[in-house]
Structures are given as C-alpha cells and as structure tokens.
C-alpha cells in the first residue's frame, strides 16, 4: 500500500513539475526558451543523438547513454580496474557539447561518415568486428575537435550504441531510450 501511494505523489509531482515548466510565461516551454532543443530525425543529429518528446506539454528532452561494457584492446594501456572504473558513467552528447565523466567539450564540430566496419577497425584501431562483438557491416563515424579522450573519433552501431575508444579499450555506451 505504502509503495502504491509513493508511486502515485511521485507521478503528481512529475507531472506538476512539468506542468510548471510551461505554465511560467502562459505558454509552454518551447515557446519561452529560444533556445529550445529541437527533435532530430535519429541519422542527422550531431554525435548520433537521439531526441524523445513527452506526450504531456511537448518538452523534448536529448537521450543519455551510459557506460554498459567494455572489451580491453590488444594494446591497452588500461587494465580491467581502470576500465571498470568507467562501467555506468553517463554520457551526453548535444549539437555543441560532450560531457563524460565530470569533464566537459563545448563548441564541438561533428563530422560523420559511414564506413565498412571490419575495414575501418582494421585500419583506425588494429582490432576486428569479432574481437569487439560487432555484426554490422557498417558504422557510422563521428569524429570531432573534442579533447575528451575517445572522443575526437568514435562508433556508433547500427542498434543506437557508441564505441568510445580510450585508452586502448573500447567502452560500449547504451542508450538510456532505444528507438
């Protein structure tokens, strides 16, 4: 019974924050903030982000990813301690912006290009499709003026996943919402 009436006061007051967020200026929050984030079709957004709207008031919000796995190169500079270290640390990624693990990269520059996965590994990062659990054929690469290590050139899967190569490991990150 507790847990029901729990779950209930948190629904109201998710729904109450959210209404409040549109009713500040009399319209909703899109209106009252220029600076909106807009949806992107799934392929053309920056970094490969996805946008979700919620039904109630139209808000839109940028999807997350968070650290899910990883497999430790052939010529890793890290050992399992350090890349468990990383396991669930949340990533966003917006049109002008990178923030992984406390650290963030503004007026970032995107460029992606499709490319054959096993060529790609092969030529970028000494490693396979198999070594990495990959089946798709191809991958999309982002690569970017971004300082954050990993992040001046990284995957992402045809399932929605990134590859963030940093030090030697390839660090898997999962969409917090899959499409």
Known sequence: MTEKIFSLLASFLLIAVLAGCGSATGGNAAEANPNKIE???????PGGVHVATLESGGIRMRVLWTVSGYVIGKDSDWGEQDAQALLFKPLDIND??????????????????????????????????????????ELQVFKTDCA??????????????????INGVFFFFEPAVTR
């Open 39 to 45: 949806p992107y079709p799934n392929d053309s957004a």
């Open 148 to 165: 954050l290590p990993g992040f001046q050139e990284y995957m992402r899967l045809g399932d929605g996943r990134l590859v963030v190569p």
């Open 96 to 137: 002008t912006e990178i923030t992984f693990d406390g650290q963030v990269c503004k007026n970032v520059n995107f460029q992606k290009e499709t490319v054959p996965a096993a060529e790609y590994l092969s030529s970028a990062w000494q490693s396979t499709p198999q070594t990495l659990g990959i089946e798709d054929q």
